[in-house]
């Protein structure tokens, strides 16, 4: 995907995209609904979304799963076992899904049908 300079994965960084506001006010409700199903990341990992719980995959054998949620324009992934909190700036795009962090790396992800049943 071709993006401009200082606008990391096209997704137009920094105004918010649907489904927030670029005011910061959130439009899904808190609702994470949307991004349910199976997503894959630029560097090969698989993030995993369901009913509010996420795992993420950086290989085949290596997993963490936790909870996530939406406040004011970003996504809140809560780790179950160091129960760490991490906040992104999300950018959602019909399948495609960038979340940036406090330091402006951007990870970018793609909608994807693996991801098992349920996925």
Not at 6 to 33: F, I, L, Q, V
Not at 43 to 52: P, S, Y
Not at 82 to 95: I, L, P
């Amino acid at each position: 995907m071709p993006t401009a300079p200082g606008d990391p994965g096209g997704m137009g960084w920094p105004a918010p995209s649907m489904p927030s506001a670029a005011d910061g006010r959130d439009r899904t409700g808190g609702r994470t609904e949307f991004l349910d199903g199976a997503w894959e990341g630029s560097g090969g990992e698989l993030l995993l979304i369901r009913k509010g719980m996420f795992r993420v995959y950086a290989s085949s054998d290596s997993y963490r799963d936790g909870h996530l949620s939406i406040e004011r324009s970003q996504l809140v992934l809560r780790d179950e076992e160091s129960c760490q909190t991490h906040r992104y700036d999300m950018q959602h795009r019909a399948d495609q899904l960038a979340l940036r962090d406090a330091d402006g790396q951007v990870l970018e992800f793609r909608r994807t049908e693996e991801g098992g049943p349920g996925y």
